[in-house]
């Protein structure tokens, strides 16, 4: 379905990371490692993504 989503990154906590991506606010968990990884706020990043549904949710994990 998703392959990556590229935008700006907007916020970053340790467990999840919020990217702008064409004036849409996407919420991706991440690993430490990826947190690690991340650029500074306000700069573009690329996250390859996985989505998991389950029937009570939608979670995008990027990497």
Avoid: H, W
């Amino acid at each position: 379905m998703y392959e990556y989503l590229n935008g700006t990154l907007i916020e970053k906590i340790p467990e999840a990371t919020i990217l702008d991506v064409a004036g849409i606010g996407y919420r991706c968990k991440t690993p430490l490692s990826t947190f690690s990884e991340l650029p500074e706020i306000g700069k573009k990043v690329k996250l390859y993504i996985s989505i998991i549904v389950r029937e009570d949710s939608q979670t995008l994990y990027g990497y």
